[in-house]
């Protein structure tokens, strides 16, 4: 598929949202904002997403991910001038026998840049997420802000799920955190939900939708519709 | 009028046994006070009732009626009316309140609750229990006080209708106030309902109806009595018991549960 680009013109504001597309190219030029809602529904994907942020530009990316079989989405964003944002949101859900991997990459190239990433996954049955992608900031760029936090539920006993995320600091006066954690679906929340007469698959669902909320919620209510039939497909 | 029935039941968490041979028996319209020094069995009781996977039934029987519930999931027991009120409800992130209580709701119907019948119930449920109806919008306990989680715990009890209902220290973590809001809808709900309640405190018990009061030690029925009782054990403690003949194991490993803690608490620290 051929590669789309978006570019922003200075202090332009923007919220696109796409259901079908292929690899984007985006620039946002000093200034600028631009909300990019995306959600994949397609089978076999190998998406590669690239960006250019540049001064006191933001770019907030929520990515929604209800592909089938195999997924590839690379993401490499740079922060290339003073004050340049990215904010990374994701919600994935793998069953059967998927096998999607998110490579979610930023570089802080300058000072005062930020990169926040927040992934969530849930995987059943066969299925295997993996999370992984370096937030590195470069020498130089001091004052820089750079956050990673990646979840994945595992439902199953031949579910995998792998989120291995790295920071990299080449700089010292800089902030950085990093949280990573694959677990299996809380004991205690299943036992409250089905004591309240929901069956298995009944609180297995309600924790699913509760969990990828924070970013279902974020689409248009044509997409949300969608996401919450394909996680109703998935379980 | 439904009829639960405890017969011999021994219990363990992690192969340490806690209940050992309880019988106990109680309808719809009575009203029991559970009571017992910490680490006894009292919340083992009410989740082994409820069907907690975590409590293995080693043998006896949990008999709902003339229905054998022993090895019946935590959802049909749910269906079948019973209900438990947690000591420590549980926070599940970005579930919706309101959202939950309808599923939870139509879980034991046959038809969908109507939105109006259904805002009916929630507007008349939140009113009683003196809790802003902003808080259907919430996330399922997610930043509740303490106080606000168990008066939660009570809502869901009228929104769901069981027939006997168990509550686990629905008092702790609660204020004057609350308790008094607590206590007067069991009070009301008593007559509709049997309530099986477990409190370490003689207030929430002075503020209700009760029809008996149950000690348990070593995970046993060690002392049955009436309303006095309670009283005797506010003023008292346990210790009168032992001069009685009732037996307090003394058991190493329960030597690090100090007042405050529940004994099945301590034992699952290792199990997850």
């Not at chain 1, 990646?150 to 990299?168: R, T, W, Y």
């Not at chain 2, 599940?92 to 709701?105: E, T």
């Not at chain 2, 106080?147 to 973590?173: F, R, T, Y």
Request: overall charge neutral.
């Amino acid at each position: 598929m051929s590669c789309q680009c978006i570019k922003l013109k200075e202090r332009e504001s923007r919220v696109l949202e796409y259901t079908d597309f292929s690899d984007l190219n985006i620039e946002l030029l000093e200034g600028s904002k631009l909300v990019l809602k995306l959600a994949n529904f397609s089978e076999n994907s190998d998406i590669k997403i690239y960006g250019k942020i540049r001064k006191f530009a933001e770019i907030s990316i929520v990515f929604a991910d209800f592909s089938k079989n195999f997924t590839k989405i690379s993401s490499q964003i740079d922060l290339v001038e003073e004050g340049a944002k990215c904010d990374w949101h994701l919600a994935t859900l793998s069953n059967k026998k998927d096998s999607k991997v998110f490579d979610i990459s930023f570089k802080h190239l300058v000072g005062k840049t930020t990169s926040i990433m927040d992934n969530y996954g849930v995987a059943r049955d066969e299925s295997k997420i993996v999370f992984s992608g370096v937030s590195h900031i470069t020498e130089g760029a001091k004052e820089s802000n750079a956050k990673q936090n990646a979840k994945i539920i595992v439902f199953d006993k031949n579910s995998q799920g792998v989120a291995s995320p790295i920071l990299k600091i080449d700089e010292n006066e800089v902030q950085a955190s990093h949280g990573a954690v694959v677990g299996q679906l809380n004991s205690d929340h299943m036992f409250y939900l089905m004591s309240r007469g929901l069956t298995y698959d009944e609180a297995r669902m309600i924790i699913t939708l509760g969990y990828l909320k924070p970013v279902s919620t974020q689409f248009s209510e044509k997409t949300q519709s969608m996401i919450e039939n394909a996680i109703k497909e998935a379980m | 009028m439904a009829k639960l029935k405890i017969e011999n039941l021994h219990v363990s968490v992690k192969d340490k046994e806690i209940l050992k041979g309880l019988s106990i028996e109680f309808s719809s319209d009575e009203t029991i006070a559970l009571l017992g020094p910490n680490g006894n069995g009292k919340s083992t009781l009410l989740q082994t009732i409820m069907g907690n996977p975590n409590y293995t039934i080693k043998s006896g029987n949990i008999w709902l009626d003339d229905k054998d519930i022993t090895k019946l999931s935590v959802d049909e027991r749910s269906k079948l009316g019973l209900f438990l009120g947690m000591q420590y409800p549980s926070e599940v992130p970005g579930v919706n309140n309101s959202d939950f209580l309808k599923s939870a709701l139509n879980a034991h119907r046959e038809k969908p609750v109507s939105l109006f019948e259904f805002y009916k119930l929630m507007d008349n449920a939140y009113k009683k229990m003196h809790i802003p109806f902003e808080m259907a919008n919430r996330n399922l306990n997610e930043g509740f006080s303490g106080g606000e989680k168990k008066k939660n715990e009570i809502l869901q009890m009228l929104i769901l209708n069981p027939s006997i209902v168990m509550l686990d220290e629905i008092d702790s973590g609660l204020d004057v106030d609350a308790i008094q809001i607590v206590a007067n809808v069991i009070k009301e709900e008593q007559v509709k309902r049997g309530f099986l309640i477990v409190s370490h405190y003689a207030k929430l018990y002075d503020l209700i109806k009760i029809d008996k009061a149950i000690v348990l030690v070593d995970g046993k029925v060690a002392k049955v009595g009436d309303k006095s009782l309670i009283k005797k054990i506010d003023e008292q403690g346990y210790e009168w018991l032992k001069a009685e003949g009732v037996e307090f194991k003394k058991d190493e490993s329960m030597n690090s549960v100090s007042i405050g803690t529940c004994a099945t608490k301590e034992a699952l620290k290792g199990a997850k």
